[in-house]
């Protein structure tokens, strides 16, 4: 194969994806000549339209409802689905048939993701698709629009980053991988959102942000999407003469953002009509979420704008003119946005939790605490010693501090388009800071919301080849598998469980691990379901710690991980000694592999996505 023309990164968002590209060729060190491709998308029945964006939704038509031709692409008229704007627009009025959220889906631990279950709450006649086949249409369509613009430089030849939020586990990863595979993707690396979007800051300075941080800073990334709330911490410091940035912690997974608040806005509209005396069905409930989306859009990016008509289609006969006619104000939106998203907050609040039911309607397990300044402020809470022991850190922390102090804030994600969000956020932290006697955290300003996350992985794929400067870290958490004590049986009491640590945090990539102390026994022929957990604070745990006692908030289980050991060659339900093996793969993905401690056979033990519900 022929050398790479450029590096291409792809942000594969909950609500848009975009492709970005570095001209390796024309690119000298960090002066970097990149662009963004224009993405041709059907933007009504027959009409392609070529756009910075695509959205990241699916519609899938009755048979009938569309005329031969009217979902032809410039590069295929077989297709029976819209991706992009149409799909957008069209599955506004009948939500029943669109597919949304599926990177959301995709990391749902609950549920099978390789199932059809897409549109979730679609009626029986409607056809589904799985959360891994949406993502692989959504990249193909990538691909395939890159190759009609660039038949010169095929993208299957390209160097090709996809970006992910920093706190997918594993399965999460590794079913993002399995997709872009599936989507003829080469020549893969995964990256996390938050450092694409320093990266891009980096690429948009020119060489100068040198000049704009510091050793001993701490930049905080604070992304909030159309899906997620993504956090993570890197530390800047200086070896031989040079600044180097060090991811220190990430956040939890949050389903919390964009979607969260276009239904909340829903409802108030909801209200709105029910004080008329006009009620919504759950159909017309959907359409509404759909229309509330564009006047947040609008309403947020235009503070002149005083309000916004919204109209709920009618599922009648008269379609148009029984629809619903109101509107949507500015000081609804910021009202709601503001004191319900984005409270200010001390320092020490929690995001509430409460005990959820014993019967609960199967869904996205968004966050039961909507506020994004709460799960801020226990990130930083939990991570107060996190550069304690960091190069050139040390001593320099206060031990005193009840949270960890960012000294800059780099703000990402399409909810950030909006300043007063991004202020209220800033002016929340520092009063925080304040209360420390700390000084004042700093904006990093300069990047574009919608684009930074696809250009900063396209820069991130030029840098791997040896241009320019690289964030450190290894893997966001150290990761653990249960191992069931040994003890003698005590009715109505389970053998306590100990976490057996299998990759330490900042295991970097390629870098691969064998626990040669700890053998296992695993059945040949049937499937084996081991425990799984992570944990994001504890950093001193190497290969091999055995855990036998840890606080409630050190660990948080995860997914379970399953072996299929083949019985080639041995009796069904033999048991086999085996070993772990953990590799951080240059894809981006944790793998794990038993080897048996006889013989040369190895197995790869893989994450279970089929869900737990």
């Not at 999460?172 to 320093?198: C, F, I, M, S, V």
């Not at 990402?412 to 009063?431: A, Q, W």
């Not at 057996?500 to 084996?528: N, Y």
Request: aromatic residues 6%.
């Amino acid at each position: 194969m022929s050398a790479p023309l450029f590096s291409i990164g792809i942000d594969l968002g909950t609500t848009h994806c975009a492709l970005a590209f570095v001209d390796i060729g024309a690119s000298d060190g960090e002066k970097t000549t990149y662009g963004v491709l224009d993405i041709p998308q059907l933007s009504a029945p027959g009409a392609v339209e070529s756009l910075p964006l695509l959205p990241s939704f699916l519609y899938l038509p009755h048979e009938a409802e569309l005329a031969d031709g009217d979902l032809s692409l410039p590069w295929s008229s077989t297709q029976g689905f819209a991706v992009g704007e149409l799909a957008r627009s069209r599955g506004a009025l009948t939500p029943i048939r669109l597919v949304s959220s599926a990177k959301s889906w995709l990391c749902h631990p609950g549920v099978d993701r390789r199932a059809g279950i897409l549109p979730f709450d679609a009626p029986p006649e409607v056809a589904r698709i799985s959360p891994l086949e949406a993502s692989t249409r959504y990249l193909a369509h990538l691909r395939q629009a890159w190759d009609q613009a660039h038949p010169e430089a095929p993208f299957d030849q390209q160097d090709v980053t996809v970006t992910i939020p920093a706190s997918f586990d594993p399965a999460a990863r590794e079913l993002t991988a399995e997709a872009a595979r599936a989507a003829g993707y080469q020549n893969l690396t995964l990256l996390e959102e938050p450092q694409a979007a320093l990266y891009n800051w980096i690429q948009g300075s020119g060489g100068g942000w040198r000049k704009q941080v510091k050793p001993g800073d701490i930049i905080l990334v604070v992304d909030v999407g159309g899906g997620t709330s993504d956090f993570s911490l890197i530390a800047v410091l200086e070896r031989e003469g040079q600044l180097e940035l060090h991811r220190v912690a990430v956040g939890d997974h949050i389903l919390l953002g964009g979607d969260n608040m276009d239904l909340t806005l829903a409802h108030v509209v909801a209200r709105k009509l029910a004080a008329d005396g006009k009620t919504l069905d759950p159909w017309q409930m959907r359409a509404l979420t759909y229309a509330c989306r564009s006047a947040k859009e609008n309403l947020l990016s235009d503070a002149a704008l005083e309000a916004q008509s919204i109209v709920v289609p009618s599922r009648g006969a008269k379609l148009i003119g029984g629809a619903l006619r109101t509107e949507l104000t500015q000081a609804e939106v910021r009202a709601t946005i503001l004191e319900g998203f984005f409270p200010q907050v001390d320092a020490a609040t929690r995001p509430a939790s409460r005990t959820r039911g014993g019967l609960t309607q199967l869904g996205l397990p968004y966050a039961q605490d909507a506020g994004v300044t709460r799960h801020l402020a226990a990130l930083l809470g939990r991570q107060a010693g996190a550069t304690a022991e960091l190069e050139g850190f040390a001593g320099q922390v206060d031990t005193n501090a009840s949270f960890l102090h960012p000294t800059a804030v780099l703000f990402n994600g399409g909810v950030f388009k909006s300043t007063i969000l991004s202020e209220r956020t800033l002016g929340t932290l520092n009063g925080w800071l304040a209360g420390e006697h700390a000084e004042p955290a700093r904006e990093l300003a300069g990047a574009d919301m919608d684009l930074a996350v696809a250009r900063g992985a396209a820069y991130y794929g030029y840098m791997r080849r040896g241009q320019g400067v690289r964030i450190r870290g290894g893997t966001a958490r150290a990761y653990y598998v249960a191992v069931e004590s040994s003890m003698p049986a005590i009715p109505g009491m389970e053998p306590p469980v100990q976490a057996l640590c299998v990759a330490p945090f900042g295991m970097e990539e390629g870098i691969e691990t064998d626990l040669l102390a700890q053998e296992f026994g695993l059945v040949v022929g049937e499937p084996v379901h081991l425990r799984f957990f992570g944990s994001s604070v504890r950093r001193q745990d190497q290969i091999g710690t055995l855990l036998e006692f840890w606080q409630p908030d050190e660990l948080q289980e995860l997914g379970e991980i399953q072996a299929t050991l083949p019985a080639e060659g041995r009796r069904v339900g033999e048991i086999v000694q085996v070993r772990l093996r953990a590799v951080a793969s240059e894809t981006g993905t944790l793998e794990l592999t038993a080897v048996a401690t006889q013989g040369d056979e190895r197995w790869k033990v893989e994450f279970d996505v089929r869900g737990n519900a």
